[in-house]
T-cell receptor, first 116, second 113 residues
């Protein structure tokens, strides 16, 4: 069983369309993250959430929004998709680092998004 | 703030040869350092992590990395490459609290028969 799941796994959409990527986890972690991966750029943080009531912008949040519906669910939305948002998107989770001094992040399988 | 530089976007080795993937970091606080591996069409999987304990860290699949503060480096090595090691490898750095993990650009490892 996958601990961090993402839906859909692949999506092709058109410029201007609204799209939502979903992430669910069964690890019981408080913290959740959304990254995008582009060739040659590695992973860049879009948004992160420390709990249901705490949402924070990451390095590249413009053009994106998020919703933390429950501890286990964290969704990423593109309100009006544009071609340069074509990328591989990853959701990740980690434990609360106030309790644990360090936290590895656990990644979902990714969503490949193409915006035409 | 933290940052990571991975030297070499693509490394190619022969099966059985030494694997060396380079990572240098910058951090204003004592760092935590990680190596992740990404196999094709999969998410990232943790290989190993440095969290201020032993400077030589052993990970899964025979990989290890050494934290060298004087050189601000955390290079990944494996004595003998296997075909199954072909993947993309990411170095990452964070500070206390881990709300700002920064990844390197990645190094794609190719293993030739």
């Amino acid at each position: 069983d996958a601990d961090v799941t993402q839906t859909p796994r692949n999506r092709i959409t058109k410029t201007g369309k609204r799209i939502m990527l979903e992430c669910s986890q069964t690890k019981g972690h408080d913290r959740m993250y959304w990254y995008r991966q582009d060739p040659g750029l590695g992973l860049r943080l879009i948004y992160y959430s420390f709990d249901v009531k705490d949402i924070n912008k990451g390095e590249i949040s413009d053009g994106y929004s998020v919703s933390r519906q429950a501890q286990a669910k964290f969704s990423l939305s593109l309100e009006s998709a544009i071609p340069n948002q074509t990328a591989l998107y990853f959701c990740a989770t980690s434990r609360d680092s106030q309790t644990f001094s360090y936290n590895e992040q656990f990644f979902g399988p990714g969503t490949r998004l193409t915006v035409l | 703030a933290q940052s990571v530089t991975q030297l070499g976007s693509h490394v190619s080795v022969s099966e059985g040869a030494l694997v060396l993937l380079r990572c240098n970091y910058s951090s204003s606080v004592p760092p935590y350092l990680f190596w992740y591996v990404q196999y094709p069409n999969q998410g990232l999987q943790l290989l190993l992590k440095y969290t201020s304990a032993a400077t030589l860290v052993k990970g899964i699949n025979g990989f290890e990395a050494e934290f060298k503060k004087s050189e601000t480096s955390f290079h990944l090595t494996k004595p003998s490459a296997h075909m199954s090691d072909a993947a993309e490898y990411f170095c990452a750095v964070s500070g206390v609290g881990n709300n700002d993990m920064r990844f390197g650009a990645g190094t794609r490892l190719t293993v030739k028969p």
